[in-house]
């Protein structure tokens, strides 16, 4: 508890001069969803229904930040695709804007939810240097642009990261550590001024000197950009230092969901109890 309490501390610091919280959860709603189900069937003939999701409702603000916690196996990466529309859902309704995902065609879609995923080095073709990934995210705008334009805007969203262009273009994936790669997909992400990302356990393959980095680039973009990000983790100090609000989930449902501080603090799910005990040690090797 008390490393989560001097985690909030540092959090309240880093947002001190950035929007206030209570102008934040005044505004709309981005994503809604409702009843969401999946079933994942497996076999031909005798074919066998798992539920990985059952019943899923919750809602994500303009400029928040919203935390998928739990279990693995419990649903987590399988909502996410859902919403990153590389999944279908068996039932239920998810509205972007107040309009059904399935409502956009997909390259609008795309630039208006964009991912970043656990493994960085899955984005990367190794043969390539990493200016081709950043190169391709231009393709799902609408304005075509030259490569020296397009080269400049790259290089403007590195600045404001605070990352040296001339450090990372031109490189191979393989000169790059696990953090910078993460940080270039954020970047990359950014390109196309996305309204919320979905960040699946975007740190578990990152050292734990560059967690806290990749961690604070989000809260910058939601505080600065006005971005909405799905935080997905099982880790609860991670969810912890990020979330405004946090869902709990065990076995496709959600148990408990409220304000980070409220589901913490006062958790009334005994499956929330119990994550919140396993917190100082998960947290052990998330060193700061
Ligand atoms: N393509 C698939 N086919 C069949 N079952 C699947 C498939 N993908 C996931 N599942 C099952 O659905 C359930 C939810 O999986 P999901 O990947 O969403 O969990 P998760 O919460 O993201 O877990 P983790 O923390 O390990 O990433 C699990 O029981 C999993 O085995
Ligand atoms: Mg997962």
């Known amino acids: 508890m008390k490393i989560l309490r001097r985690l909030l501390k540092e959090r309240e ?27 994942y069937t497996s076999g031909y003939i005798l ?10 409702s919750f809602s994500i603000k303009k400029s928040e930040v ?54 960085p080095y899955s984005s990367f073709n190794f043969f390539y240097t990493i200016d081709k990934p950043l190169h391709d995210a231009f393709h799902l705008l609408e304005k075509r642009s030259s490569r020296e334009e397009r080269k400049k805007v790259i290089k403007a969203t590195f600045e404001k990261m605070g990352m040296n262009p001339d450090e990372i273009m031109g490189r191979y994936p393989h000169q790059l550590s696990g ?32 967690r806290v980095s990749v961690l604070n680039e989000l809260l910058r973009l939601k505080e600065q950009e006005k971005l909405s990000v ?42 929330t109890k119990n994550l919140i005990k396993s917190v100082p040690p998960l947290h052990e090797k998330w060193k700061l």
């Open 13 to 39: 610091l880093l947002n001190a001069g950035f929007t206030n919280k209570i102008i934040q959860n005044e505004m709309g709603k981005l994503l809604e969803i409702e009843n969401l189900t999946k079933f």
């Open 47 to 56: 074919t066998e229904k798992k539920v990985a999701v059952d019943n899923v």
């Open 66 to 119: 919203f935390c998928l916690v739990g279990e693995s196996g419990s649903g987590k990466t399988t909502i996410g695709n859902i919403v990153l529309r590389l999944l279908k859902p068996t039932s239920g309704k998810i509205l972007l804007d107040g309009r059904d995902i399935y409502s956009y065609d997909k390259k609008t879609y795309w630039r208006k939810v964009q991912a970043v995923f656990q493994d």
């Open 179 to 210: 953090g910078q790669m993460q940080r270039i997909l954020i970047a990359r992400s950014f390109i196309l001024h996305p309204e919320l990302l979905v960040a699946d356990e975007p740190t578990s393959m990152v050292d734990a000197s560059t």
């Open 230 to 271: 799905l935080f997905i983790t099982h880790d609860l100090a991670q969810a912890y230092y990020i979330g405004d609000r946090i869902a709990i989930m065990q076995k496709g449902k959600i148990v408990e969901s409220g304000l980070v501080e409220e589901v913490i603090f006062e958790p009334k799910h005994p499956y």
